[in-house]
């Protein structure tokens, strides 16, 4: 085969082979065996054979030929290959100008490309394209580009693009086509008169439309007017003048706004340019910040405030003014906090059968709309429930409180902006118990003590401590008592015989009473406490020790001494034994009250 290819551009050569392998692949142009350099690659991969020509120039014009090779033979394909001259890429030598052209007249525009031939043209406003058709029409004549608006209307405004594309490129130009409003004047009434007479016609008018190009110079001015036809005159007077604004949606009545959020306010505006917006907040006039924002495009007024708080709430106005009037739209604009609870109901642990008051102070702007629930059902007024709101206070009156009534109580407090809830558990009281008892404790005299009991029951709880048949413990330097985090403490600060004992640690709230009790033995020697005149004879006798006491004139006779383990005493009196009348067992202590026959001789 023979093909043209244009100089300056890449060219591949391909041929496929079929074959057993190992096949080799040769190039030739013109006969002459063809080598890779830079603008010259062979490959031969999966049965293909390519020859790339990165770049073609006029002497690559020749024969071309393929030689595969294998073990059984061989085969040849050959095609020549003819470089021409380089295309020219299409160039506009002259661009069509920006137009301004009044509304309802047409449009023209051209443009002359040059380059190779074929060219084709296309036409797109703002990047969409155009066809001929409708209220368009194009053509291309020697070289030259031209698009016609039929009539152009408001919508024809934008950018016009010419591109012009070939074989070696292609090229773009651009216009802008601006569409200038018109003016349609409304005929006063007119006299009608014929020539050489005069006469007045009422009630006759004739209307007919007069379509006048009103330049900003002539802006409510008064143009005479005057239409002849066979002998009748027609005058009128038209007056040029422009649209003034009007609001064609206006921002709602009234705002809402969280506090902390963007405040937007919008409205859209029709009527004849310039349009100079202001707006208002009671009655100032607001200036762009960091925080304002305010904008007018495509006829919307935007006015935008960030971060709003209080300060923000009021009346705002927007104004439109341009040369024919002014006209303005107004809203109002309340910036509310969303409600947060700044006091919360305590849980509640209280008996059966009394009545329960769970109250919260609400922060925000009112009004609130409150409304309680528990275990998620809406708790409303009956004779077991009273719910009040009153101000930013909310209250629930649980009456007579019993078991279906405990359990978790919520109250959520909403307002236009928002909402918050709070929640508190209402349960019965539970009785103290011990959760680590009192326990049996042996020391010696002399040494500290501590007696604990680890308590549980719901506060408050009270803290008695009792020995042996119930004698309340005082503090004293020697003892000292306290209940914190729910450990009940005795502690002895050095031990005495008068210690040992039972001990009673009582414990008591409003739902009930508990006690639990330990004994404290005190170890050490036995002593003689309360003597006049003594005399000790430990040779003849085994402990516990023991005493004579002689008075003069002896009735009777008391010996006191402590005991740990409660050893049986005997008493002698001259190797005779004394009964024992009374004995006193208490506080770990043996007394004994003697009964002595005296005679003032003996």
Known sequence: GAWQHPAGLPLKLMCRLNGSEPITVTWHKDGVLLKDD????????????????????????????????????????????????????????????????????????????????????????????????????????????????????????????????????????????????IFVFDLLPFVETLVGDAANFCNRFIFFAVVFLCLPELLLSTVDFTWQTGMLSFSTYLLCSAEPPKFIKKPEALRFVKQGDTIQLECKISGTPEIRIVWYKNDQALQASDRLHMSFVDSVATLTILGASAEDAGDYICEAHNSAGTASCSTSVTVKEPPVFSKVPSPVDTLKGSDVILQCEIAGTPPFEVAWFKDRRQVRSSKKFKVTAKHSVASLHILNLESQDTGEYQCKAMNEVGSDTCTCPVKFKEPPRFAKKLSDTAIFIGEPTALQAVVEGSPPISVVWLKDKGEVIRESENVQMWFMDNIATLEIASAEGTDVGKYICQIKNDAGMRECSAFLQVLGGYSLLHYRYCVFQPAQLALPAFAFCLYPVLTSLWVDFPVTHRPLPSYFRTSSHLREDRADHSNGWQSFYLGVQSRRNT
């Open 38 to 181: 830079h603008n010259v690659h062979t490959s031969f991969v999966d049965n293909v054979a390519v020859l790339q020509l990165v770049q073609t120039e006029m002497n690559h014009t020749g024969q071309y030929s393929c030689t595969a090779t294998n073990s059984v033979g061989t085969a040849t394909s050959s095609a020549r290959l003819t470089v021409a001259e380089p295309k020219q890429a299409p160039v506009f030598d002259i661009k069509p100008e920006s137009i301004d052209v009044p509304f309802g007249e047409s449009a023209d525009f051209e443009c002359h490309v040059t380059g190779a031939q074929p060219i084709h043209i296309t036409w797109s406003k703002d990047g969409r394209e155009i066809r001929t058709g409708g209220n368009f029409n194009i053509t291309f004549t020697a070289n030259t580009a031209h698009l016609r608006v039929l009539r152009v209307g408001k919508g024809d405004s934008g950018q016009y693009t010419c591109q012009a594309s070939n074989e070696a490129g292609k090229d773009f130009c651009s216009a802008q086509l601006s569409v200038k409003d």
